[in-house]
């Protein structure tokens, strides 16, 4: 299983950023996280989606400003950022795994190369 994330970028507090992870390979069910490592920071979670769409979850911090989307038919997934503030800057990796749901890191299987968000205050 392969994964690609894209969509990072630099823009301006305030504003929103969709980011994208297109996955190949072999694809069965899986779920699909987000995570992001700011610098001189770990990785953190962001947020995840089930392999049916039916449950996600999120980090407190994004909750009501970010929305983890997936078409299971295109093998895609989508990270919808709102409100974007200075404290989002970071690498934003996607992951996926066909039996983790969850937001531990090291659980999951697969991960793309990240994509870099920068936001301007």
């Known amino acids: 299983v392969q994964l690609q994330a894209s969509g990072g970028g630099l823009v301006q507090a305030g504003t929103s950023l969709t980011l994208s992870c297109a996955v190949s390979g072999h694809t069965s069910r899986y779920s699909m996280a987000w995570f992001r490592q700011a610098p001189g920071k770990d990785r953190e979670f962001v947020a995840a989606?089930?392999?049916?769409?039916?449950?996600?979850v999120y980090q407190d911090s994004i909750k009501g400003r970010f929305t983890i989307s997936r078409d299971s038919a295109e093998n895609t997934g989508s990270l919808q950022m709102n409100s974007l503030k200075p404290d989002d800057t970071a690498i934003y990796y996607c992951a996926a795994d066909q039996t983790y749901f969850g937001s531990k890191s090291e659980v999951y299987n697969y991960w793309g190369q990240g994509t870099q968000v920068t936001v301007s205050s």
């Open positions: 989606i089930s392999w049916s769409g039916g449950r996600t």
